[in-house]
């Protein structure tokens, strides 16, 4: 891809941290973009940040674990920008607890989102994508998908599932002809890590 200029790109996680920064740095550079997050008011200061650049914005409250609405997501952003050019994958969670001490309804809630979600949303937008060859799917990984500690099994376990089942079954022959599958793995991600645990205390 040699510009970002009228393209148009989706991001999930875009209420805050690295979804917010990647909206407003595709926005600075000429793409329209689409952003999505589950955080009605974080998303809605995100689209006012938006707003200064001369490019179309849409958004929309959205659960990435949430399979219906992930699948219906394209057909909107169709709607309103007329194409898709680039879907940033990037809303994640974790939930910090040894493996022998994490609750099963934690474990099914980061799985949910940080794994389900990326393929839910990969399969939804590849027929809109596919034949476009500047296309891009960017899922934004974790160091942890590398390796992991006591208290990160559960993101460490999504992350290398993601990244192969990805990579390998879902894009499969596609990206080996496009080149659009990719993942970003920063040396320390800055999600805003909802604590589940706590939440429910």
């Not at 949303?121 to 034949?131: D, E, K, W, Y």
């Not at 080149?179 to 706590?198: D, E, V």
Request: charged letters at 20%; one cysteine or more; proline letters at 2%.
């Amino acid at each position: 891809m040699k510009t970002f200029k009228d393209k148009v790109a989706v991001i999930t996680g875009a209420g805050s941290g690295m979804g917010r920064y990647l909206a407003i740095l595709l926005a600075k550079d000429g793409a329209d973009v689409c952003v999505c997050d589950v955080n009605e008011e974080t998303l809605g200061e995100t689209v006012a940040m938006l707003r200064k650049f001369n490019v179309s914005v849409s958004s929309h409250l959205l659960d990435v674990s949430d399979k219906d609405s992930i699948e219906a997501l394209p057909q909107k952003v169709i709607d309103q920008h007329g194409k898709v050019d680039m879907v940033f994958n990037n809303a994640g969670v974790t939930a910090g607890s040894h493996f022998k001490d994490m609750k099963e309804d934690n474990w099914d809630w980061v799985m949910g989102i940080n794994f389900n979600g990326v393929i839910n949303s990969t399969r939804a937008f590849i027929p809109h994508l596919v034949n476009n060859s500047e296309a891009a799917i960017v899922n934004t990984s974790s160091i942890f998908g590398m390796g992991g500690c006591a208290r990160t099994v559960c993101l460490s376990c999504n992350q290398v599932c993601g990244q192969g089942v990805y990579r390998k079954s879902c894009i499969g022959n596609e990206a080996d002809k496009s080149q659009f599958a990719n993942s970003l793995r920063p040396p320390r991600t800055h999600w805003n890590k909802y604590c589940y645990n706590s939440q429910n205390e």
